[in-house]
């Protein structure tokens, strides 16, 4: 919640060494975390590394996982893979609507890549959610996955709202590196609009 991404790494690192008698589920969560770290510190291949490592032992988690190194590989500048996995997610869903966590995350892994009729899809799915904010890994605001989603479509007044509607949610909440990052994706769209 706080940002201090160094200390997520540095505390995983060693839950990872530490956990000599701990099953695959607790290493594998312990990877998704350090993970998550590791894209906020600017270092996507390590967190693809982790997640891949993670993904055989994530059984009941394995769709939420799939998404977050979905989102990874974006970062890392893999636009092909990132979405294969997204597909391949949305084949093993078939028809079926995503829990409001796996949504936010497919929102924010399909907002990292240039796939419009995917934004167009999962802008329709985030519309219909109530919470203001979900937990994937760390604290994550609907209404800026929606604003990233809308400034994709390049639906301005839209991105606007959902981005002012983050700020509004995020501000009492106290999710500091969620503010600093809808900050800087709300920053980005008004660029993108030449504002």
């Known amino acids: 919640l706080t940002g201090r991404w160094q200390t997520v790494r540095r505390s995983c690192t060693v839950w990872l060494h530490a956990m000599r ?9 312990a990877r998704c975390l350090r993970a998550q770290a590791e894209i906020a510190l600017g270092d996507p291949a390590a967190a693809c590394a982790d997640l891949e490592r993670a993904l055989p032992d994530l059984e009941t988690m394995q769709p939420l996982a799939s998404l977050h190194l979905a989102y990874a590989l974006a970062a890392a500048g893999d636009e092909v893979r990132a979405a294969a996995v997204i597909d391949r ?3 093993d869903l078939g028809g079926a609507a995503p829990s409001s966590t796996a949504t936010t995350m497919l929102g924010l892994a399909a907002s990292s890549i240039d796939a419009p009729s995917l934004w167009e899809r999962c802008y329709g799915f985030l519309e219909c959610e109530r919470a203001p904010l979900t937990l994937v890994y760390s604290t994550v605001s609907v209404q800026r996955v929606l604003g990233r989603l809308a400034s994709r479509l390049r639906r301005w007044p839209a991105a606007i709202e959902h981005f002012d509607r983050a700020l509004a949610q995020l501000r ?3 999710a500091q590196w969620e503010l600093a990052q809808t900050c800087m994706d709300y920053a980005e769209m008004r660029r993108a609009r030449n504002h």
């Open 89 to 91: 997610y949305l084949e």
């Open 172 to 174: 009492p909440a106290r």
């Open 21 to 29: 008698l701990a099953g695959n589920y607790q290493r594998a969560t």
